[in-house]
C-alpha cells in the first residue's frame, strides 16, 4: 500500500465535484477512498456486454455521492464486491455527463486501479423508521451517530417538546438530567448515544415512533 500511495495526491471523495470542476485531475497522479453503499449490477448496454454501476461515499458528508462504472475485466473481477466495502480508486477517469445530470461518474480501465480494503466498521442504515412503519434506508457514519440528519432532527424536536412540557410542571429548578447543558449540540449527543432515556422514554423509541 505505501509503494502504491508514494507521492501520489490524495483526494477526498466529497470534495471531487469541486476540484474536477476547477483542476485536471487527469493530469496528476492521485487517489481517493470511498466507501461502496450501493450497486446495480450486472448492467446490459447496447453492445450486450454486462456492467456495474457503484455508488459510493466517504461518510465525511453524507449528501455527496459519486457513481462509479465498471466495465469489461474491471467488471468481471469486482462486480460481486459486497456493500460496506471500503474501496481506493487509483487516478479513475471522469466520464462525460448525461444532459440534466451534474453528479460525478468515474470509470477505470484496469482491475488493479480499484483497491479492496476490507469493511468500513463506521458504515451502516440509519436505526430510524419511516413514519410509514418501513425502515429508513438512508446510510449513516455509526461513528457519528447512528441516525440520519432527518431522525435526529426529528428526535431532537420531540424531545425538546418534551422537555419543555417537563419544565413547565416544575415550580423551580428542573432536574440536571432534563436540563443537559441547553444547547442543541449537547442535547444531539443525548440523542446519539445508545441507551439515552429522556423523560422514560428511549431514543430507540423515540426514532420507532416516527
Not at 442535547?187 to 422514560?200: A, H, K, S, T, W
Request: charged share 25%.
Amino acid at each position: 500500500m505505501d509503494r502504491k500511495m508514494a507521492d501520489r495526491r490524495l483526494i477526498r471523495l466529497s470534495q471531487l465535484p469541486e476540484r474536477m470542476a476547477r483542476e485536471k485531475l487527469e493530469d496528476s497522479d492521485w487517489v481517493t477512498f470511498a466507501v461502496l453503499v450501493n450497486k446495480a449490477t450486472p448492467q446490459s448496454n447496447s453492445s450486450g456486454k454486462t456492467f456495474s454501476i457503484w455508488k459510493l461515499n466517504d461518510l465525511h458528508n453524507l449528501e455527496v455521492f459519486v457513481s462509479l462504472f465498471l466495465f469489461g475485466e474491471v467488471h468481471k473481477e469486482h462486480w460481486k464486491t459486497e456493500t460496506g466495502t471500503v474501496v481506493g480508486l487509483l487516478n479513475p477517469n471522469s466520464m462525460k455527463q448525461k444532459e440534466g445530470y451534474d453528479g460525478v461518474s468515474l470509470t477505470v480501465d484496469h482491475p488493479q486501479k480499484v483497491l479492496l480494503m476490507g469493511e468500513a466498521q463506521d458504515y451502516g442504515i440509519c436505526k430510524g423508521v419511516k413514519r410509514n412503519g418501513e425502515p429508513c434506508s438512508q446510510i449513516v457514519n455509526m461513528y457519528e451517530c447512528p441516525y440520519c440528519q432527518y431522525h435526529v432532527k426529528a428526535q431532537y424536536k420531540k424531545m425538546s417538546s418534551k422537555r419543555a412540557e417537563l419544565q413547565s410542571s416544575f415550580s423551580g429548578r428542573a432536574p440536571s438530567k432534563v436540563m443537559g447543558k441547553g444547547k442543541a449540540g449537547g442535547l444531539r449527543e443525548r440523542i446519539c448515544q445508545d441507551g439515552f432515556y429522556y423523560g422514560g422514554v428511549s431514543s430507540a423509541a423515540c426514532a420507532a415512533s416516527l
